[in-house]
């Protein structure tokens, strides 16, 4: 029932940014954490961003002072606005939520940095 969708992904120049959306439907009760992931190519994925209902962050080392991971919980979305990126964040950025003590992936949306 619970359907998590992403946007926001493409190709973009190195030092670009990009702004991803996720939004969640389908039968919603309360969200507690909602992040992003990545996976690149031959590589395991990893978690990038989450955000807590409280709005707590958590950043990965890799994308601190570049990322900045939000959320709306009136809408039921969570967004991650990436600048200063560079070709080592190409990857497919998944988002995930937890509702009710259940982990829910979204499709996944790619993102290139190239030149």
């Known amino acids: 029932q619970v359907q998590l969708v992403e946007s926001g992904g493409g190709l973009v120049q190195p030092g670009g940014s990009l702004r991803l959306s996720c939004a969640v439907s389908?039968?919603?009760?309360?969200?507690?954490?909602m992040g992003w992931y990545r996976q690149a190519p031959g590589k395991q994925r990893v978690m990038v961003a989450r955000?807590?209902?409280?709005?707590?962050?958590v950043y990965a080392d890799s994308v601190k002072g570049r990322f900045t991971i939000s959320r709306d919980n009136a809408e039921n979305t969570v967004y991650l606005q990436m600048n200063n990126l560079k070709p080592e964040d190409t990857a497919v950025y998944y988002c995930?939520?937890?509702?009710?003590?259940?982990?829910?992936w979204g499709q996944g949306t790619q993102v290139t940095v190239s030149s």
């Open positions: 955000i807590t209902n409280l709005g707590t962050s």
């Open positions: 995930n939520a937890n509702i009710v003590r259940t982990t829910y």
């Open positions: 389908g039968s919603i009760f309360s969200i507690y954490t």
